[in-house]
């Protein structure tokens, strides 16, 4: 789910007349500090760059420093491209999850709202968002592992049939009655197969 919304409700919600913050003075020991790792968590890069910007700096410097990248444009906020390096490591970089991000950006500087407040409030709907996600491949799971097998017991059956010497292919491949039930039967199963992944993929599981 893409939470675009919430970020633009979050920059409006926190908009309120408050005082210029001095500049942040560049500390040269703290720039040298490594950036976090490829596969970090988009949450916690966010709380990350709002401490950094609750401390005081600037926020060109907290995204250049949070990002394994850094930015692209150096002086700017983070493009989507930036932000999808977070988490690339683990597989889960989410192009909507990071456009979310460089709208609220975008949407904080231009309403003059305190973008460490807007960062809060996206880390935790992303946070929510992603536990929500997790929990849902969590529950199709066990009805995916069981469309697989269900899917191989027609195979696993043929086998168990060759084994007692049935000869179950001649019967399937002689023409007539086993002919017909083999092509039913392989009807029924391709339809199942679809039916099981057409469910899966409404739940939110995938195929």
């Given amino acids: 789910?893409?939470?675009?919304?919430?970020?633009?409700?979050?920059?409006?919600?926190?908009?309120?007349?408050?005082?210029?913050?001095?500049?942040?003075?560049?500390?040269?020991?703290?720039?040298?500090?490594?950036?976090?790792?490829?596969?970090?968590?988009?949450?916690?890069?966010?709380?990350?760059?709002a401490a950094q910007l609750t401390a005081g700096a600037r926020p060109a410097d907290a995204w250049s420093r949070a990002l394994p990248r850094g930015l692209a444009d150096p002086a700017g906020t983070p493009t989507a491209?930036?932000?999808?390096?977070?988490?690339?490591?683990?597989?889960?970089?989410?192009?909507g999850r990071c456009a979310s991000v460089v709208v609220a950006c975008v949407a904080a500087d231009r309403l003059g709202a305190p973008l460490a407040e807007v960062l809060h409030r996206l880390a935790a709907a992303l946070a929510a968002d992603q536990e929500a996600a997790a929990e849902v491949r969590a529950a199709v799971a066990g009805p995916r592992a069981t469309a697989r097998v269900l899917a191989?017991?027609?195979?696993?059956?043929?086998?168990?049939?060759?084994?007692?010497?049935?000869?179950?292919?001649?019967?399937?491949?002689?023409?007539?009655?086993?002919?017909?039930t083999a092509?039913?039967?392989?009807?029924?199963?391709?339809?199942?197969?679809?039916?099981?992944?057409?469910?899966?993929r409404r739940a939110g599981g995938g195929s």
């Fill in 1 to 49: 789910m893409i939470v675009v919304g919430v970020a633009c409700a979050a920059a409006v919600a926190v908009l309120a007349p408050t005082g210029r913050r001095p500049a942040a003075t560049r500390d040269p020991d703290r720039d040298a500090e490594p950036r976090s790792r490829t596969g970090a968590d988009l949450p916690g890069v966010l709380l990350e760059v």
């Fill in 81 to 95: 491209a930036d932000l999808m390096a977070v988490g690339a490591g683990r597989g889960d970089a989410d192009p």
């Fill in 152 to 180: 191989w017991l027609p195979v696993l059956g043929l086998l168990v049939g060759m084994v007692l010497g049935a000869r179950p292919i001649a019967v399937l491949l002689g023409g007539g009655l086993g002919t017909t």
């Fill in 183 to 200: 092509l039913l039967g392989a009807g029924l199963l391709l339809g199942g197969r679809l039916w099981s992944r057409a469910l899966l």
